[in-house]
């Protein structure tokens, strides 16, 4: 049975004129755009934001081809809206369902958006529905590894991964925990984290959303699903990443078998499409499992970031579920026996602020 959590609260209302520099901008650029959209600027309210700087608004329309529509606000310096309109149209053309860009402007950090609504998988997922659900998520994410090719997306290279991987001990263990590391301790994740990165970079590389989980898939009419956000970062990486991401999702998880099974039916759906994955099954889930290591250190590092760092601490909450897939994966390869020892230890020790191994 999936164990969920609940998502942050959508549709707050928008700040009252002059609290808001950038929603008082984003409120002219609307103003300025073509009355046949049938924008109604004064419904404007908070429909969520995420992670990063960025803050999503809903809008009505009348009389216009859509009902409604979502503004992005992406300021600059801290955002740039082109990878994620460059990223929309990679995806699109490749044939997963993502927001179509209406209006832009790039310079001042605003996108005009087609509204999928407000029903994410999350929001729906269960036992009975969770298979035909991530069939449909399994599909969409074929399609778009066929799509790959080296030169559009930059490259999920070492260092990106290494920059990942460190906000664990910096952000999880010392800030989080209140632990300090000394010389074996590093060297014990030094250890790992090459064991790490020699993996995924030797898995091929296919395109990667790199945040594909039931918070970004939207459940639509149709038979369009899912509707994909949140694709702004894609790089060029590791073919088992999204597969990762969809399955050991921080915020909902599932029994290992039904995991396994899961894995089974999208690595035999890759073969047929011609996906480049290992031809044996026990190779790729081990691939599967190391990848999913990878971006499980880095998301305990970016939640505890969240909360102490940005004041985000509904992130806190998942914390246990995303250490939980960590101990599991380190407690089955022996190669990482060093690792959950530690793990174990900074789990056990962490009560005494500051303690040094």
């Not at 209302?13 to 409120?27: E, F």
């Not at 369009?224 to 990486?237: E, I, M, R, S």
Request: charged fraction near 25%; charge should be negative; proline fraction near 7%.
């Amino acid at each position: 049975m999936p164990t969920p959590s609940s998502p942050p609260p959508a549709d707050h209302v928008a700040a009252p004129p002059g609290a808001d520099s950038r929603l008082d901008l984003l409120t002219d650029w609307l103003n300025a755009l073509p009355a046949a959209l049938g924008l109604q600027v004064g419904s404007i309210r908070r429909a969520s934001d995420d992670a990063s700087f960025r803050r999503y608004f809903r809008i009505d329309c009348a009389g216009g081809p859509h009902a409604s529509l979502i503004a992005m606000d992406a300021p600059p310096p801290l955002e740039d809206c082109r990878p994620f309109v460059h990223a929309a149209q990679v995806f699109a053309q490749a044939g997963m369902t993502v927001p179509g860009v209406i209006a832009s402007d790039l310079e001042r950090g605003f996108l005009l958006l087609t509204d999928f609504g407000t029903t994410t998988y999350l929001d729906v997922i269960d036992a009975g529905n969770a298979p035909v659900l991530y069939a449909e998520a399994s599909q969409a994410l074929v399609r778009i590894q066929r799509a790959s090719r080296p030169g559009v997306f930059p490259d999920y290279d070492r260092a990106v991964l290494l920059r990942e991987l460190m906000l664990f001990p910096e952000w999880y263990v010392e800030r989080h925990k209140g632990v300090t590391l000394d010389d074996a301790a590093r060297r014990t994740l030094t250890d790992a984290f090459e064991l790490l990165i020699a993996n995924n970079l030797a898995q091929p590389q296919v395109f990667v959303h790199r945040d594909y989980h039931t918070r970004n898939l939207m459940l639509l009419p149709g038979d369009a699903n899912p509707g994909v956000l949140d694709f702004q970062d894609a790089l060029l990486g590791p073919i088992t990443y999204d597969l990762v991401s969809l399955l050991r999702d921080a915020y909902v998880a599932w029994d290992e078998e039904q995991v396994l099974d899961w894995a089974i039916r999208h690595w035999e759906r890759a073969r047929k499409a011609g996906l480049p994955v290992a031809a044996d099954f026990s190779e790729f889930y081990r691939d599967f499992e190391w990848m999913g290591l990878q971006r499980h250190l880095k998301v305990l590092g970016i939640f505890a970031r969240l909360n102490h760092r940005d004041g985000k601490s509904r992130y806190l909450a998942d914390m246990p579920r995303v250490l939980r897939y960590v101990t599991a994966a380190v407690a089955r390869y022996n190669a990482f026996g060093p690792l959950a020892a530690l793990i174990e230890r900074i789990e056990g020790d962490a009560r005494t602020v500051g303690y040094t191994f």
